[in-house]
């Protein structure tokens, strides 16, 4: 059995992580740490793990020795706290924003603080295991995307590789209210945010950097926030190469993604859900990707789409455990979404 551990497991993520960790075969969780929540039943803040476990929040300073230990602690916080969390286990997967960007300067131009640690940067793997597997293979140390971004990079990397798209590429993203945690701010209220189209990052949203660092390409990025509680979906415009045509970009995503368990290359050409959509996706650890050219036109719309609670984030975690400790890399990740929804 995998003994692992989550700290900071009272919030959306940390919930969803239980949720995972709980119904994996090969895994024992051995410790969900709150600073605010020890010695309460970690169902009384996560209802749907009501009769699955009878785990209790315990203080961060309890802590034991663990084979793999999840942080989703906040930015900023995880990397001052990094060497701390590398002395408990074996493999630290960080599901915060502190690892994400190799650059220092970079990071410090999009999160407004200095790097901390940026001693640690190149000894994380990126965890998207469709772009990095054979270094999960044996990576101690993990990063997984965030939500937008691993949208973004799955459903733009194959055409950036393949050398079919040039120039800029331009960004429009709707995630919903779970993407912004589990503590409510104004912001999030409910007579705010009900029926709201809030364009919350007109520029400089953070998972540009993200997307830029894995593609290449120069990635202008906006967010809004829309009236669902999970998924995230992403419109992604670039310009095409010379000569570059439907076929061109259709075998492009399937040379890249055939027999991924998680990638699912959407193309149908009629119909309700000819294009991605996140609502059929919620609880599952699918990306769908689709794209339209308009005929004549220079440029392609990429459309990608997740549950940002899954494959954009704890999800994705677990499926870079999998692939770390050599276990099938669809285990405790069955769960194929529900519609209607």
Request: net charge neutral; proline share 4%.
């Given at each position: 059995?995998?003994?692992?551990?989550v700290v900071?497991?009272?919030?959306y993520i940390?919930?969803?992580?239980l949720?995972?960790?709980?119904g994996?075969?090969?895994?024992?969780?051995v410790?969900a740490?709150?600073?605010?929540?020890q010695?309460?039943?970690?169902?009384?803040?996560?209802?749907?793990?009501?009769?699955?476990?009878?785990l209790?929040f315990?203080a961060?300073?309890?802590?034991?020795?663990?084979?793999?230990?999840?942080?989703?602690?906040?930015h900023?916080?995880?990397?001052?706290?990094?060497p701390e969390?590398?002395?408990?286990?074996?493999?630290v997967?960080?599901?915060s924003?502190?690892f994400?960007?190799?650059?220092?300067d970079?990071?410090?131009?999009?999160?407004?603080?200095?790097?901390?640690?940026?001693?640690?940067?190149?000894?994380?793997?990126?965890?998207?295991p469709?772009?990095?597997r054979?270094?999960?293979?044996?990576?101690?140390?993990?990063s997984?995307?965030?939500?937008m971004?691993?949208a973004?990079?799955?459903?733009?990397?194959?055409l950036?590789?393949?050398?079919l798209i040039?120039?800029?590429?331009?960004?429009?993203?709707r995630t919903?209210?779970?993407?912004?945690?589990?503590?409510?701010?104004?912001?999030?209220?409910?007579?705010e945010?009900s029926?709201?189209?809030?364009?919350?990052?007109?520029?400089?949203?953070r998972h540009?950097?993200?997307?830029?660092?894995?593609?290449?390409?120069?990635?202008?990025?906006?967010?809004?926030?829309?009236?669902?509680?999970?998924?995230?979906?992403l419109?992604?415009?670039?310009h095409l190469?010379?000569?570059?045509?439907?076929?061109?970009?259709r075998?492009a995503?399937?040379?890249?993604?055939?027999?991924e368990?998680?990638?699912?290359?959407?193309?149908?050409?009629?119909?309700?859900?000819?294009?991605p959509?996140?609502?059929?996706?919620?609880?599952?650890?699918?990306c769908?990707?689709g794209?339209?050219?308009?005929?004549?036109?220079?440029?392609?719309?990429?459309?990608?789409?997740l549950?940002?609670?899954?494959?954009?984030g704890?999800?994705?975690?677990?499926?870079?455990?999998n692939?770390?400790f050599?276990?099938?890399?669809?285990?405790?990740?069955?769960?194929?979404?529900?519609?209607?929804?």
């Amino acid at each position: 059995m995998i003994r692992a551990a989550v700290v900071g497991a009272a919030g959306y993520i940390g919930g969803e992580l239980l949720r995972l960790l709980v119904g994996h075969p090969q895994v024992e969780v051995v410790a969900a740490t709150s600073r605010t929540l020890q010695g309460r039943q970690v169902d009384g803040v996560h209802p749907n793990l009501r009769h699955r476990t009878k785990l209790t929040f315990s203080a961060e300073d309890r802590l034991g020795r663990c084979d793999v230990l999840f942080l989703a602690t906040p930015h900023r916080e995880t990397m001052q706290r990094m060497p701390e969390f590398l002395e408990k286990a074996g493999v630290v997967i960080d599901l915060s924003g502190d690892f994400r960007l190799s650059d220092p300067d970079v990071y410090e131009d999009y999160y407004g603080t200095a790097h901390e640690a940026t001693g640690l940067l190149d000894s994380f793997v990126q965890g998207l295991p469709e772009l990095h597997r054979e270094r999960l293979r044996t990576a101690d140390r993990i990063s997984v995307p965030g939500c937008m971004a691993s949208a973004g990079i799955l459903s733009l990397v194959p055409l950036a590789e393949a050398g079919l798209i040039t120039g800029e590429v331009t960004v429009d993203a709707r995630t919903g209210s779970s993407g912004s945690g589990a503590k409510a701010g104004a912001e999030n209220l409910h007579a705010e945010r009900s029926g709201a189209l809030r364009v919350f990052a007109p520029t400089r949203h953070r998972h540009e950097a993200e997307i830029a660092q894995a593609t290449g390409h120069t990635v202008r990025m906006s967010a809004t926030g829309v009236e669902a509680v999970r998924g995230v979906q992403l419109l992604s415009r670039a310009h095409l190469a010379e000569g570059v045509d439907e076929r061109a970009i259709r075998s492009a995503y399937r040379g890249r993604y055939a027999g991924e368990p998680f990638v699912r290359i959407v193309a149908a050409r009629r119909g309700l859900h000819r294009f991605p959509d996140a609502k059929i996706l919620s609880g599952s650890n699918f990306c769908d990707i689709g794209f339209a050219l308009d005929r004549g036109a220079s440029t392609v719309t990429v459309i990608a789409a997740l549950d940002n609670l899954v494959k954009g984030g704890a999800g994705n975690a677990v499926q870079c455990m999998n692939v770390r400790f050599g276990e099938p890399e669809e285990r405790g990740l069955e769960f194929t979404g529900l519609h209607p929804n």
